[in-house]
């Protein structure tokens, strides 16, 4: 309770009185301590070596000190990473591992130098320590100068005591000399001291920034490689769901339809053998048997309209989604304002992910109503499923319906926001890549 209380006694305080005495202002204060003497060592070591390395390409020896020079710049940004990490909050992804086409020694050595990484992490070494140096000064001096001028009233009796003089000598020549001793200049002093020492955390986190941004622009990967991540990640998901598709088929198709078509058979054929013996007990069978027919052709409409409704390529989304709504347990309102039809594969992911979201309504919200919106923005597809329910709905939860659906959405670039609050209402947004229908 205490510890709460006094949490909450910190929050109401404003952001400029909290701001000295967060942990995150020591942190970003001890990040830029240790960053000058850590930036002049990779300064002096990365110059030295790839100078060398450089001079030395007229021979042979230049080229392993100079891919030597450059593995340990990557070395240097494995511990700056770490380091943004623990005092920033900071986490950057290490950049694309190098790897030589055959394994050896010169393949490896190739591969280094011809790593756009390995020179950006040669940059980062190159450039950060004249920022550390500044950033460091700058900081010193702010937080040096805020404490020793706040605290001026309580050691301010060391002057007289120890040095021989009244208090700090703000000017003095051959003939005058101005001490702040009377207690208006002690007060004053602590005024000016507190306003640096109110200042000093925000212009630390304005410099602090731009370590972030150098840290993530230079020592993490670059755009291709975590897009070509991405989309790897993409085909992933897409392969999985492929895979998931064609399972759930086979096994509607092996306990469903084929199952019934087997049993019909049976039944046929008994019908076959009682129909000269026992007309009746036949007509039975035949009658049993058409039941099973219709049964299994209902099973099989169901399968297809699961695959891919042809209405839906018929007539588009309005239709498509309408029919979907029109089975939903809650009445739904349908509005689709779109110019044209978009491409297929993305239509199709439209209407699986509506028809998918309003399952979930129908299973999970204990809705009285739920609204679907589509349209088009730009160069994207919009589609949004509200609904009146309990809310408490959530896309985090790994092996979840939102989540799997999510990763479908994002499989094609898509997003899927969800915002259900306890209690309602839930908004389901989910925006699709726009593309045109050949």
Known sequence: MAASASALASHRLPAAVRAPFEARTWRAFGYVLIGLPLSVLWFALSVAFVSAGAGLLITFLGVPILAGALAMCRGFGTVERARARGLLGLDVAAPEPVRGRTGGAFSWM??????????????????????????????????????????????Q?????????DGIQLYGDATHALYLDAPFEIAVTSLVGLVFVLVGPWVLRGLVSVDRLLVSGLLGPSRLASRVTELESDRGVVVDTAAADLRRIERDLHDGAQARLAALAMDLGLAKEKLARDPEAAAVLVDEAHGEVKLALQELRDLARGIHPAILTDRGLDAALSAVASRCAVPVSVDVDLPARPAPAIEGIAYFTVSELLQNVTRHARARRAWVDVWRSGDRLMLQVRDDGVGGAGAGAAGSGLAGLAERVGAVDGVLAVDSPTGGPTTVTAELPWRPRA
């Open 110 to 155: 190739g591969a280094v130098l011809k790593s756009g990484a390995s020179w950006r992490h040669l940059l980062y070494a190159i450039l950060h320590m004249p920022w550390a140096v500044f950033s460091f000064s700058v900081t010193v001096a702010l937080w040096g100068w805020g404490w020793s001028l706040f605290t001026y009233p309580l050691w």
């Open 157 to 165: 009796w060391t002057f007289p005591a120890w040095v021989g003089q």
